[in-house]
Nanobody
């Protein structure tokens, strides 16, 4: 059984930093991608970043590139998202997700955490 649990969300002022963590349970494979997504009220879910368990490949949305850093700890089976230079538009519920397969339009994420709220004030 796969379970993802996010933590680290909170309230931070613009320009500040937060670090989110995702604890993963279940067997991992070389083709598994761990991703971070976010969704603000009234907006569509947005891809933020992703990383392979090997750490050989990382991906960032243009909106966060240069500010956010995704990393993983294979021994602890966790994936983290270090968020720097936060902006009010980064305010959203952040979700950790796991992808085991590729669909026609890209990776399909089938497992999701409960989400953690990140609020950035001006």
């Amino acid at each position: 059984q796969v379970q993802l649990v996010e933590s680290g969300g909170g309230l931070v002022q613009a320009g500040g930093s937060l670090k989110l963590s995702c604890a993963h349970s279940g067997r991992t494979f070389s083709n598994v991608y761990m991703g971070w997504f976010r969704q603000a009220p009234g907006k569509e879910r947005e891809f933020v970043a992703a990383i392979t368990w090997s750490g050989g490949s990382v991906y960032y949305a243009d909106s966060v590139k240069g500010r956010f850093i995704i990393s993983r700890d294979n021994a602890k089976k966790t994936v983290s998202l270090q968020m720097n230079s936060l902006k009010p538009e980064d305010t959203a519920v952040y979700y950790c997700a796991r992808s085991d397969r590729i669909g026609r339009t890209g990776r399909e994420y089938d497992y999701w955490g409960q989400g953690t709220q990140v609020t950035v004030s001006s």
